[in-house]
Structure formats: C-alpha cells, structure tokens
C-alpha cells in the first residue's frame, strides 16, 4: 500500500472517533470543538483526492465561521444541560431507530465492491477544480444548490428567533422605540440650592 493509502486510513480514524466525539459529548463546547477537529480531517481527506477548492472552502467558511457561529449560539441560548438529561430517555427509541438505519446504511458502503480510496484522475495543466465545481453546480445541480441556499437562510432565522426570545431575566429591546428618544427624555437639569455642611460636633457638647 502506497503512502497515500496510510494517509487515507489515519484520516478516516480520526473523522471517525472526532465524528462519534461531537455526538457523545455532554458539553456542547466540546462537541463544537471536535467537530472542529472531523472538519480538519474532511479537508485533508479531500486534499488526497486533489479537490483544493473543497477543503480549502471547508476550512475556511465551516471551521472559520460556520462553527465560530455555533459556538455563540450556544453560548447564547443558555442551554439547561439538566433539563435536557431527563428526558433522554424518551427519546432512545427514535434515536434507537435513527442509529439502526445509520449502521444499516454504512454496512451498505463499506460492502459495495467501489469502497476504498478512488485513485485521482489525470487531469490537464490547465484544469481548474473551481471551474469545473461552477459549472456543475449551475447547470445539473442547480436546484438542489438553492434548496440549500433556503435551507440555511431559514436556520438561520430560526436562530435568530432562539437568541430573541423573552426571558425573566433580561430586558427586552425595540429598537423602533430606541430611535424615537431624544435628548430631553434622556437628560434632565436639576438645580439645587446650596447647602451649607454642618459643623463638626465637639467632644465637650
């Protein structure tokens, strides 16, 4: 087996174990942070099968600002770990049912006579993956393209919505009644009468 092949299989070791890490983790901050680390090992997965432009674009727009979002949108939402432990068990059956088809689905890939590491093809010196990736995605995966485009448009509001709900303990803010102060219902000028401070007592009074 040539280098290329070890590299293949020590990275997928890694996605593996950081994959099953993001979903074992009880802190949520841990399991941003080992989905940090399963996108590293995408991106050099990808760098294996000689797609620049993918790993270089999971890098930079996942790790670097897709996940520096999730990181404050958990911190944000407040997330009651407790609260959230007691109804586990609830839903293990679901969860039970949504694994099973998972494992089924893998067993499915690793049994296909295509699995292993796909050796690149020979390209032109004036091949361009950014390019050939364009073209594809605007003329035979157009739709599905902006599907994504609406699905995360609407994760997005809704986690806007989660960060702007009411809370006991916080202020909410409108802005539209923030624009209409003026000055007068900020500030207001108080004039007070001198007072004269009161003599010190004596110790012979």
């Given at each position: 087996?040539?280098?290329?092949?070890?590299?293949?299989?020590?990275?997928?070791?890694?996605?593996?174990?950081?994959?099953?890490?993001?979903?074992?983790?009880?802190?949520?901050?841990?399991?941003?942070?080992?989905?940090?680390?399963?996108f590293?090992?995408?991106?050099?997965?990808?760098?294996?099968?000689?797609?620049e432009?993918?790993?270089?674009?999971?890098?930079?727009?996942?790790?670097?600002?897709?996940?520096?979002?999730?990181?404050?949108?958990?911190?944000?939402?407040?997330?009651?770990?407790?609260?959230?432990?007691?109804?586990?068990?609830?839903?293990?059956?679901?969860?039970?049912?949504?694994?099973?088809?998972m494992?089924?689905e893998?067993?499915?890939?690793?049994?296909?006579?295509?699995?292993?590491?796909?050796?690149?093809?020979?390209?032109?010196?004036?091949?361009s993956?950014?390019?050939?990736?364009?073209?594809?995605l605007?003329?035979?995966?157009?739709?599905?393209?902006?599907?994504?485009?609406?699905?995360?448009?609407?994760?997005?509001?809704a986690?806007?919505?989660l960060?702007?709900?009411?809370r006991?303990?916080?202020?909410?803010?409108?802005?539209?009644?923030?624009?209409?102060?003026?000055?007068?219902?900020?500030?207001?000028?108080?004039?007070?009468?001198?007072?004269?401070?009161?003599?010190?007592?004596?110790?012979?009074?």
């Open positions: 087996m040539e280098f290329t092949g070890y590299v293949f299989y020590i990275f997928s070791a890694i996605l593996l174990l950081a994959s099953l890490r993001v979903i074992t983790a009880s802190n949520p901050i841990h399991a941003a942070l080992a989905l940090v680390l399963a590293f090992t995408a991106a050099g997965l990808w760098m294996l099968l000689e797609a432009f993918l790993a270089i674009t999971l890098v930079l727009v996942y790790i670097g600002a897709v996940l520096v979002l999730f990181l404050f949108v958990v911190m944000m939402l407040d997330i009651n770990l407790e609260e959230i432990r007691k109804g586990f068990w609830g839903y293990l059956p679901a969860g039970a049912l949504v694994g099973g088809l494992v089924v893998m067993f499915m890939v690793l049994g296909g006579k295509d699995f292993g590491l796909a050796e690149p093809v020979a390209h032109a010196a004036d091949y993956n950014t390019k050939e990736l364009g073209r594809l605007y003329t035979e995966y157009v739709y599905p393209f902006e599907l994504a485009a609406v699905l995360l448009l609407v994760a997005m509001v986690a806007i919505a960060t702007h709900r009411k006991g303990d916080t202020k909410p803010l409108n802005p539209a009644e923030q624009v209409k102060v003026k000055k007068a219902d900020r500030l207001r000028m108080v004039n007070l009468k001198p007072q004269k401070p009161e003599a010190p007592k004596g110790d012979d009074e």
